[in-house]
């Protein structure tokens, strides 16, 4: 159905039946979106989903082949330069050039977007401070980590402060202290005004970050909501068990799924179970015994709402980061067809 007259000031996005395909594989099958200004909005869903596609067809850099969509009120094919100076994005890998200090990268971007020499340098030591950088500011970005590298890619994505700033997936293959650190930043981004769209395939940022979460698989959005209402979209509750030793671990899930009567998943943590149970409280305490009883040590459990682990693996029959149902277009190929 094509979009209506933009009427609502409050979206940042708008999107109706959105289609991108390489060859016979469609990256993007029918995409509907309503992304309200302010905040963050979770594009959920793992490798080869079609995030990425999604996010640089919407931010013009791509042709969509089917469908319409608005960012702002400017429609993407039509007005693509009034979509253009509203927003900015950011990939998955750092875009900066390493041959260059990060205050240079700064600077120099500062003066393609047409500031003045001092205004540029100006706002290069106005980012390089807010990001934590000002110490490495001097340094070539060739010798910063790749947490300092994500960092500094971000602070050239808002020189000019944009209306919408696209990350996809801004934290992959960074250590715990520095997906924190990006965390913060995007919390910032969003206290400043700024409406951010987040791509991520790890459920726990999603769920840390975004006000509403679309998830997206093979394509096709499958669910959309806030993340309390995509819990209890699976309808039942969870129980999760972490145990003392990982090689007890396959002993544990037979013994479980004997006990509860239903599949019980093996989660990332190499020392972790769950399993959609329900409500039921004595099921799980005879459980448990039936561990304790084969001499299988249990640290800590809990029974309550499901995860958004176990909600993708409810919605969409696997894991998050299962690879394997992907489509054979991923992000790399996506880009290279481009």
């Known amino acids: 159905m094509p ?19 390489f060859g016979e594989v469609r990256a993007v099958d029918g995409v509907d979106l309503a992304v309200p200004a302010g905040g963050v909005y979770g594009f959920l869903g793992p490798n080869g989903a079609g995030k990425t596609t999604a996010i640089r067809t919407l931010a013009t850099l791509l042709r969509p082949d089917g469908g319409e969509a608005r960012v702002f009120g400017h429609d993407i094919v039509r007005e693509p330069d009034a979509v253009r100076s509203r927003v900015s994005l950011t990939g998955q890998f750092a875009s900066v050039d390493e041959e260059l200090t990060g205050a240079e990268n700064l600077v120099l971007l500062g003066r393609l977007l047409g500031f ?20 490495a500011g001097d340094r070539l970005v060739k010798t910063y980590s790749g947490g300092m590298q994500r960092r500094l890619d971000i602070a050239a994505s808002i020189i000019a402060t944009p209306e919408l700033i696209f990350l996809d997936e801004p934290t992959t293959g960074l250590d715990p202290r520095s997906r924190n650190q990006v965390w913060e930043i995007v919390r910032a981004l969003v206290a400043q005004g700024t409406t951010v769209l987040l791509t991520t395939q790890y459920l726990d940022e999603a769920d840390r970050l975004a006000d509403r979460i679309a998830v997206i698989d093979h394509g096709r959005i499958i669910a ?7 819990k209890a979209s699976v309808g ?6 972490r145990l003392n030793d990982p090689e007890q671990r396959p002993e544990a899930q037979r013994l479980l799924t004997q006990a509860l009567g239903v599949p019980v998943h093996l989660e990332s943590d190499p020392v972790a179970v769950s399993a959609r149970v ?31 682990d176990e909600v993708f693996l409810a919605l969409t029959g696997h894991p998050a980061d299962d690879t394997s149902t992907a489509d054979s277009v991923d992000d790399n190929d996506e880009e290279d067809a481009a």
């Open 116 to 135: 003045s020499r001092g205004q540029a340098r100006e706002r290069a030591g106005e980012l390089l401070d807010a990001f934590g950088l000002a110490e």
């Open 224 to 230: 959309e909501g806030t993340s309390r209402e995509l």
């Open 3 to 21: 979009i209506e007259p933009f009427r609502n000031p409050t979206l940042a996005i708008e999107a109706s039946g959105l289609v991108k395909a």
């Open 278 to 308: 329900g409500d039921a409280a004595e099921t799980v305490a005879h459980a448990l015994a039936e561990l304790a009883r084969a001499g299988v040590a249990v640290t800590d459990f809990s029974l309550g709402q499901p995860s958004l």
């Open 236 to 241: 039942s509750g969870a129980v999760h068990v």
